[in-house]
């Protein structure tokens, strides 16, 4: 694991000495918006036109933030007009990965061997952390976006003259919601099972932990009374949410020692992920091996020995009864 530095590659580890132990994320650096008209989005430049065969989509299996955009290209069925391929699991001292064309994971567009150096592609004196999703533009031989949060929404509203899906997932009407949601969601949740599992101080970890079981007891609350977290539509916060519930009984609870409860023991939160799991389309966008042995194998300082658990059994397919939310 690493970082480039004006174009060249450090291997190193968070530094969370600065921040007391605490684990803090930086922000994604490449924030431009592919627009149905190519016009500027909310940030960035403009002149990213959705059109189909241009943008590639590099993710990995195992990352929520990630996840989410496979998700969002599945359900707005957009597999036609946006390519994607995986990095390899294992993220070691040259950071993420490409594979061999056996294990489906080269990287299809360069053939390049790290992802780093596709970063460098498109900025060659980038300081930063590489991570994934990455969003490539094929004609402007560049990264649009490496920011999850921003691509779902492209995904969501920019490509409609290529999908006969029109289900919206930000719609106007709900944004103020979905926005507050997702403010608590992010900090609390999405990161807070990393600023339970990257911290390095004792008071960093507690404090990222209270705050995870306070919003996971409100959240499970909240889907007693609704089916999703805004009301009965589902909307992107429900993704957005969904993808940290999944990896949180396989992984998180053990490797990242966020232990009070497990998803397993919130009726509600349980019910409602296998509800979300069984959308059609989603479990195909689910690797669970590719989960489990990023975690544990990548981060040989929290896990030495990098052996990766057998279990736990999820059931996912088993029934769920959000249904009784409905009228
Ligand atoms: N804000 C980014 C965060 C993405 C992110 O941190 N991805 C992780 C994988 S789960 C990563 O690539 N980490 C590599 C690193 O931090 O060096 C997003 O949501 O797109």
């Known amino acids: 694991m690493g970082l480039l530095v004006e174009g060249k590659w450090v291997d190193q580890w968070y530094d969370t000495e600065k921040h007391g132990g605490r684990f803090v994320r930086e922000s994604a650096q490449f924030r431009n918006w592919i627009t149905a008209d190519g016009s500027a989005g909310p940030n960035g430049e403009g002149g990213f036109e959705a059109e189909p065969g241009r943008y590639h989509i590099y993710f990995s299996y195992a990352c929520p933030w990630a996840h989410r955009t496979l998700i969002f290209r599945k359900l707005k069925r957009l597999e036609e007009v946006i390519s994607v391929s995986p990095v390899d699991p294992d993220m070691l001292e ?6 061999d064309q056996a294990d489906g994971t080269a990287d299809p567009l360069f053939g390049s ?5 596709v970063y460098t592609r498109a900025d060659a ?5 590489v991570t994934v999703p990455v969003i490539w533009d094929r004609k402007r031989e560049t990264i649009v976006s490496n920011e999850s949060a921003d691509i779902i929404r492209m995904l969501n509203s920019e490509f409609q003259a290529f999908t006969d899906v029109d289900t919206d997932y930000y719609p106007k009407e709900l944004r103020e919601d979905i926005d507050s949601i997702n403010e608590m969601v992010y900090h609390q949740v999405n990161n807070g099972v990393y600023r339970c599992g990257f911290a390095t101080s004792q008071a960093a970890y507690e404090e990222a932990f209270e705050a995870l079981f306070q919003a996971l007891d409100e959240l499970e609350q909240r889907l007693s009374r609704q089916r999703y977290l805004v009301g009965d539509t589902l909307t992107e916060a429900d993704w957005r949410l969904f993808t940290t519930l999944l990896r949180f009984d396989p992984v998180y609870v053990g490797h990242f020692k966020t232990n009070l409860r497990r998803i397993a023991d919130y009726p509600n939160l349980l019910n409602y992920t296998r509800e979300l799991y069984q959308v059609p389309g989603v479990a195909e966008t689910v690797n669970l091996r590719h989960i489990k042995r990023h975690y544990y194998y990548s981060h040989g300082n929290i896990n030495p020995t990098r052996i990766v658990p057998r279990g736990p059994v999820l059931n996912l397919d088993d029934p769920h009864d959000r249904d009784r939310f409905s009228n």
Request: proline fraction near 0%; aromatic fraction near 24%.
């Open 125 to 129: 004196h980038y300081t930063g952390r």
């Open 94 to 99: 040259n950071g993420w990965e490409f594979g």
């Open 113 to 117: 061997n790290f992802l780093h150096q």
